[in-house]
């Protein structure tokens, strides 16, 4: 079976770090995905890991640790703006469909 | 790039109704997909597409959804007859399967 596990909410301070968990157990394993969703819009691309280790892009950050079954997305200085639900989300098996399975998301608040 | 385009943006119907959600990918895209959120589910896989044939529908609830991909450029979800449990937000997604998928802005449906 397959299984993607993250927390339901959490809530940080505007400027500060917080890092979001994801665990999985799925059948295949070819890529892991972080995606943002601000209520009513749809989600958006933020990061992709394939290999084990951290992959930075601006104030956002991904790790991968395939052995472990595990990821997180780090986010810096933190901003208003970044109050949004962030799914994680795994493709598995066979490759060349780009089929994503996803997590029920994070809601993250960010407070002033 | 117009990205993917979904109509109608909102879906307000009865029970029993024949209801008809449409998308067009994003060009030279060779995989779309059917997912649809709720609040209790999260983001589920309803059905994928690779070059217009069907891959995997395992995910489509029951007889009653139906989906269909007569060319490259566009794909239609049917619900027939629509029920309550129905109302959701269904989004449709593309890609070349090489990194990630593009989300169109959804379709909110509520059946009554």
């Known amino acids: 079976g397959q299984n993607i596990d993250q927390p339901t909410e959490m809530t940080a301070t505007e400027g500060a770090i917080v890092q979001i968990n994801c665990t999985y157990q799925t059948s295949g394993f070819n890529g892991l995905f972080w995606y943002q969703q601000h209520a009513g819009e749809a989600p958006t691309f933020l990061s992709y890991?394939?290999?084990?280790g951290l992959e930075e892009k601006g104030r956002f950050s991904s790790f991968l640790s395939r052995s472990k079954g595990y990821s997180y997305l780090l986010l810096k200085e933190l901003q208003m703006k970044d109050s949004a639900s962030y799914l994680c989300a795994v493709r598995g098996l066979p490759s060349n469909t780009g089929k994503l399975i996803f997590g029920q998301g994070t809601t993250l608040q960010v407070k002033p | 790039d117009a990205g993917v385009i979904q109509s109608p943006r909102h879906e307000v119907t009865e029970m029993g109704q024949e209801v008809t959600l449409r998308c067009k990918p994003i060009s030279g895209h060779n995989s779309l997909f059917w997912y649809r959120q709720t609040m209790m589910r999260g983001l589920e896989l309803l059905i994928y597409?690779?070059?217009?044939?069907?891959?995997?529908d395992s995910g489509m609830p029951e007889d009653r959804f139906s989906a269909k991909m007569p060319n490259a450029s566009f794909s239609t979800l049917k619900i027939q007859p629509s029920e309550p449990r129905d109302s959701a937000v269904y989004f449709c997604a593309s890609t070349d399967t090489l990194k990630s998928l593009h989300f169109g802005n959804g379709t909110r449906l509520t059946v009554t």
């Open positions: 597409f690779n070059n217009n044939v069907p891959i995997d």
């Open positions: 890991n394939v290999l084990d």
